[in-house]
Nanobody, 123 residues
Framework: QVQLVESGGGLVQAGGSLRLSCAAS????????MGWFRQAPGKEHEFVAH????????YYADSVKGRFTISRDNAKKTVDLQTNSLNPEDTAVYYC????????????????WGQGTQVTVSS
């Protein structure tokens, strides 16, 4: 069983930055593909970014491409999401998720989820 704990959320002005972090425990982190999703009030989980188990492949939603960067440290069992040039549309609860395999953008094929961290961007 894998446990995921997110941190780093908060309130930021438009144009600002936040670095979200996800710490994993249990399981074999270095074999897991990792993703970040977000959920705004009244909406479903939205794919944000994905990084493969080795870190060799990354994918981003079009809405965050060029602004967000996903990275991982297998030795520390962490995956980070650097968010830059934030705007109010980025306001959501951000979730870290892990999968053994499957489509990187499909929340349904992720096996483990954290509790989420709130990101609020004021205009």
């Amino acid at each position: 069983q894998v446990q995921l704990v997110e941190s780093g959320g908060g309130l930021v002005q438009a144009g600002g930055s936040l670095r979200l972090s996800c710490a994993a425990s249990g399981g074999t982190f270095s074999r897991l593909n990792m993703g970040w999703f977000r959920q705004a009030p009244g909406k479903e989980h939205e794919f944000v970014a994905h990084i493969s188990w080795s870190g060799g492949n990354t994918y981003y939603a079009d809405s965050v491409k060029g602004r967000f960067t996903i990275s991982r440290d297998n030795a520390k069992k962490t995956v980070d999401l650097q968010t830059n040039s934030l705007n109010p549309e980025d306001t959501a609860v951000y979730y870290c998720a892990a999968q053994n395999r499957g489509s990187y953008y499909n929340a349904r094929v992720y096996d483990y989820w954290g509790q989420g961290t709130q990101v609020t961007v004021s205009s």
